[in-house]
C-alpha cells in the first residue's frame, strides 16, 4: 500500500490562533491540481498576523484501490482546516467535509500566495463565522446587528 510523507518546515516564528491550509499543486506555487489527482499538498499555517508554511504533504496513490483513494488522501490531510484544489468530486468533496475540512475550489490556476494573502485580509476583516469558529475568534459585536436594529 501507499504510504504518505509529511516534510515538516522549521520555523521560529509562530502563529496564534492559525488555522492550516492545503494547497493541492504541482509546482508548490500555484493551485493547479484536481483533489484526487494531486500528488503533494504544501500547507500553510495563516492567522491574523500573516502565513508560513508548515508542511509538504506527498501522496501517490498509484497502487492503491480506486475505492480507496480518496479515503487515502482524506487520511493523509487529517488536521487540515481547508483545503484548496482546482476541482473536486462530490463523492470526494462529501468525505472531506466529514473529515472537518473546508473543500475551496479556483476557477484557474491561481498563485498560492495571492490567495494567502486574501485569507489574512479576510481574518483581520470580518471572517464567516466557520473561520471565526476554527480559529476560537470572539467578537462582542456582529457589524450585522447594527444594520438590523437601524432599520
Known sequence: MSETTKI????????????????ATKDMQTVNAHFG?????????????????SEVIQTDTSDVESDDKTDFKVRALAGINIMYCESIGGTAAAKVIRAGM???????PRAIEDIL???VGMINGNPPPWVKKIMKITSETDPRLERWTEE
Open 37 to 53: 489527482g494531486a500528488k503533494e499538498f504544501v500547507v500553510y499555517k495563516v492567522s491574523k498576523d500573516g502565513f508560513l508554511m
Open 102 to 108: 473546508n473543500p475551496m475550489k479556483v476557477q484557474e
Open 8 to 23: 515538516s518546515v522549521e520555523s521560529n516564528s509562530s502563529l496564534e490562533n492559525a488555522i492550516k491550509v492545503a494547497f
Open 117 to 119: 494573502k486574501e485569507l
